[in-house]
């Protein structure tokens, strides 16, 4: 079965400070991995997917994602937080044989001016 | 491009009573997800409808929660009665895709819950 780790339940960060959320996923074969981000009292949005191909992807607001498969992780990167990151991130993985999304618990993000 | 629309956005109701909740995707988009959010959980899939079909309620507890979609357009999910447990927000979602993980879901902005 499916499943999603995210191991963080909340970070702080300084504004200017770099961001790595992690998220680790477990799956037998190639999973679709995505990063989704909620605001407060909004809807999750999409930041970034990974299929296949190039294991460094790159998604919106500055955002990136590596996936590891000697890992199973797919970490979550930012050079320069900015103070609207605030929010809460999850990770969520699928397949080829489900239309199914699997979210992991999500890792809330607190930025410090 | 108007997003997807759910109403209400807040809902406090007693245990036992009935609640039901209104979503209506992105125009064109033929597949339509409800998830549940409790808090401090991620959101977890209760039904998939592919147009006006179900793709998927293996984790819709039917003897209480029910949904449509009957003319492939707008869905309804209802809870009948509810419980303390059901607490939370309600999170619809939409695609284009005929699958979730070839495309990208757009959400709403969900419906939260209170039952007292």
């Known amino acids: 079965a499916q499943s999603v780790t995210q191991p963080d339940i909340h970070i702080t960060v300084s504004e200017g400070a770099s961001l790595e959320l992690r998220c680790n996923y477990s799956?037998?074969?190639?999973?679709?991995l995505f990063w989704y981000v909620q605001s407060p009292g909004q809807g999750l949005q999409l930041l970034l997917k990974?299929?296949?191909?190039?294991?460094l992807v790159q998604g919106i607001k500055g955002f990136e994602a590596e996936f590891k498969r000697s890992q199973s992780s797919f970490n979550l990167r930012k050079p320069s937080v900015h103070w609207s990151d605030a929010a809460e991130y999850f990770c969520?993985?699928?397949?080829?044989?489900?239309?199914?999304?699997?979210f992991g618990t999500g890792t809330r993000l607190q930025v410090f001016p | 491009e108007a997003g997807v629309a759910q109403s209400p956005r807040y809902k406090i109701i007693e245990k036992r009573q009935s609640v039901a909740f209104w979503c209506n995707p992105i125009?064109?988009?033929?597949?339509l997800y409800w998830y549940q959010q409790i808090l401090g959980q991620g959101p977890k899939l209760l039904i998939q409808?592919?147009?006006?079909?179900?793709?998927?309620d293996s984790q819709l507890p039917k003897d209480r929660f029910s949904a449509e979609r009957l003319k492939g357009v707008d869905s309804t999910l209802k809870i009948q009665p509810a419980k303390l447990e059901d607490s939370a927000v309600y999170l619809c979602?939409?695609?284009?895709?005929?699958?979730?993980?070839?495309?990208?879901?757009?959400f709403g902005e969900g419906s939260r819950l209170t039952v007292l």
């Open positions: 979602a939409s695609s284009s895709a005929v699958a979730s993980h070839t495309g990208e879901l757009f």
């Open positions: 799956y037998g074969a190639t999973p679709y």
């Open positions: 990974y299929f296949s191909g190039d294991t």
């Open positions: 969520a993985v699928g397949n080829q044989n489900t239309d199914k999304l699997i």
């Open positions: 125009s064109g988009h033929a597949t």
């Open positions: 409808f592919q147009n006006n079909g179900v793709v998927d």
